[in-house]
């Protein structure tokens, strides 16, 4: 069967979680966690779901850049797009016109991104794949200074498992997760000792926490989680860019005390200088220097691995031009022996990073050392398939796709301006 692509759609879905202060950050103090959803449609009646993450304001921008692409989608077979994806991706990447709006970074490209994990997951949906075909996913252009085809072939294991239940280890266990749920920046003290309780009743283990707003809040509030998760597990602390690099440095030095595993996005997510001056720098705190949730594309995460400026890598499932340009990540990290420990929450992201952290153990790193998967626990009961958290673990999902498939109850109800939630809160 072709899978010929007859239409595509995209719609603007919001979820008013700033009105409790979910995902509250330094720089993020209100987001309403949104998405661009993509569905493609084929002419043998399956379909594609794709998204995009955005933080409310702005995500009709997305949806018009989606538009933009999307004659570049429709009336394409998915053999024909799979069977050369490294030159569909650098069609809707490198369109001769388009580019000039990115290239490969911003709107264009958290565009690229939905429209791509849309058409993956129609992929998944449709059949397996094999080494050859993941690797000839990759667009190396740019990177073959640290990553050539070859390379990432040899490195590439096994393949047979890609978005299918892995039948091993991970399937009894899951994937190790940490939790952002308990200590957004907006919640006071008070919520952030109850969810710390319920957090460790239910097996958490690992914790990240928000920085950068207040020195002496940030002392208070690491000092309270410290004292509550105990000396043996793990803190991790963000400061979502909020500070110059020598800030950086002299901030994280003052919570030292307070044994972070990382500082994650500490100034500029373009600064790799800067990283690398603060990497090393927090180094002899045992302190690590994580980012990577704005990290535009694979030539940005090349040089972070080149100047030694990241200890661990955070892919994001809709950041990147989809799974192509996240396997192109996380074969180099492999390369430089750095970790992935990928970026997750806002709306289904979590939904989506499973799959590629799966391959990342099962094909590419083979370890869970020093790896861990972000878990953030809202809007999980808008999706299909919502991800199975068990112990602190992602158990490995079960049904054939990329899993963003949403409620279509759930999209017409958040549907911005128009669905009801938002007829609800326009109207107060
Ligand atoms: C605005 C968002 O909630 C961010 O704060 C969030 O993605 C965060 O940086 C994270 O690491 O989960
Ligand atoms: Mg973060």
Redesign the pocket.
Known sequence: MLHKITNLTVRDVRFPTSLEQH?S?AM?TD?DYSAAYVVIDTDCGLKGFGLTFT?GKGTEIVVCAVEALAGLVVGKSLQEIVSDFRGFYRLLTSDSQMRWLGPEKGVTHLATAAVLNAVWDLWARAEGKDPKQIVSCIDFRYITDVLTEDEALVFITCVDCFFRPPEDQMLREGYPAYT?SCAWLGYSDQQLKQLCTDALKSGWTKF?V?VGADLEDDIRRCRLIRQMIGANNTLMI?A?QRWDVAEAISWVSRLAEFKPLWI??PTSPDDILGHAAISKALAPLGIGVATG?QCHNRVMFKQFLQASALQFVQIDSCRLGSVNENLAVLLMAHKFQVPVCP?A??VGLCELVQHLILFDYVCVSGSLSHRMC?Y?DHLHEHFTSPVVIHDAHYMPPKDPGYSCEMLESSVQRHQYPEGDVWKLHINK
């Open positions: 995902g950050d993020h987001p933080l952002t990240k928000k963000d979502n994650e996005e949730e970026h929450g806002g972000e953030v």
